[in-house]
């Protein structure tokens, strides 16, 4: 006599809607195009996803890594999962126990490459899901949307020259009496006011610090942001940016709803001989101003590592924070500006500016106390490590070795949006 016909049981993976703070980064980081969203939620197709476990360590939040038991057949659709506002409970009366769910295809692979439900091996990250050995712990998601922190303002001014389109505020938070620790390379949400045209209120927003760890004014409770006024959508037709729009025009004194902090890999390393390449565009120099006022302040301290520094813009005068920067020792930062707008001369962006100091490039890039982050517009992703393949290659440094070595030790950091 045949036995029971076996039920199909699956791990479904989801997305916590209450704590996704909708930045992009799992989607950006699936391999097989799993993940979509709409104007309310970022969802998983239980049909394509493999379990790969690509997207789960970039995510700032935590929303991404949660999983319920289910029959096959009964498997929760991206329509369903367009419309939570919260997770559904797991279902333990029609599921299995977690041990007796056979394991899907790639599920814990933690490895930089995982294979496909056809078997093609893919490289699912290009950056670090690690931190480096010596950074410090991070917390995170000390405050969630349920539970937001209130921050005062404390200081707020424009950083780009009145001249130009490009309106970037300097923004700095006061937490009071309430404990908020941050490292530099994290990052909060803020929760605009007000409501979607359905009624709904709005996602928080993400912002990198700007500040090191002990503050934007050292031995106060505050930290900074570098937001940029956003006036235009992705096709270019004129649209105010909900939130920061609000934080523009923030004045001192207004408070301000706040959750976080996020992030436990985009993370500096605290021993003192480390190198800091850093590589930015725009506000993506947010998180690198917070690691050099760092050590900064701990130069006479003992920290003896490099910094070097590349910086873009489309003008001069559209570069956050350009004053400070020039005023900086030599000998303490080696800076390189590019600007891929400036009248009269040809365009000159990062990556430009990076072989043409290659030969220093190199040689952090042989230092194994050498750690690389990059932050800016997706747009310079692609670009800045075709550059860094160039300059290794160019020097007899094996890319593809070297880029492995970077990932797993946790020194090649992207941020890119």
Known sequence: MNGPAPIAVLRQHLIDPEICIRCNTCEETCPIDAITHDSNNYVVKADVCNGCMACVPPCPTGAIDNWR????????????????????????????????????????????????????EVDTVRGSTLPPWSSARPYVNLYTHKDPVSATVVGNYRLTDESTESDIHHIVLDFGTMPFPVLEGQSIGVLPPGSTKD????????????????????????????????????????????????????????????????????????HPNSHLLMICTGTGSAPMRAMTEYRRRRRLKGATGKLMLFFGARTKEELPYFGPLVNLPRDFIDTTLAFSRTVGQPKRYVQDAMRERAADVAQMLRDANT???????????????QALRDIAEQNGLEWEPLWKTLKREGRLHLETY
């Open 69 to 120: 038991n289910v029959l096959k057949a009964d498997a929760y659709s991206i329509d369903e999962q367009f419309t939570w506002d919260e997770l559904p409970a797991q279902n333990t009366t029609a599921s299995p126990a977690l041990d007796e769910v056979a394991p899907q295809p790639g599920a814990g692979d933690t490895e930089e490459s995982a294979e496909t439900s056809e078997g093609i």
């Open 199 to 270: 009624g709904k209120t709005h996602h928080a927003r993400q912002y990198s610090i700007a500040s090191p760890r002990d503050g934007e004014r050292k031995g106060y409770n505050n930290l900074s942001l570098t937001v940029k006024r956003v006036t235009q959508d992705y096709q270019g037709n004129a649209a105010d940016g909900v939130c920061s729009n609000y934080l523009c025009d923030l004045k001192k004194g207004d408070k301000v709803d706040v959750i976080g902090p996020f992030g436990s890999t985009f993370l500096m390393p605290n």
């Open 371 to 385: 750690y690389i982050y990059v932050c800016g517009l997706k747009g310079m992703e692609d670009g800045v490590l």
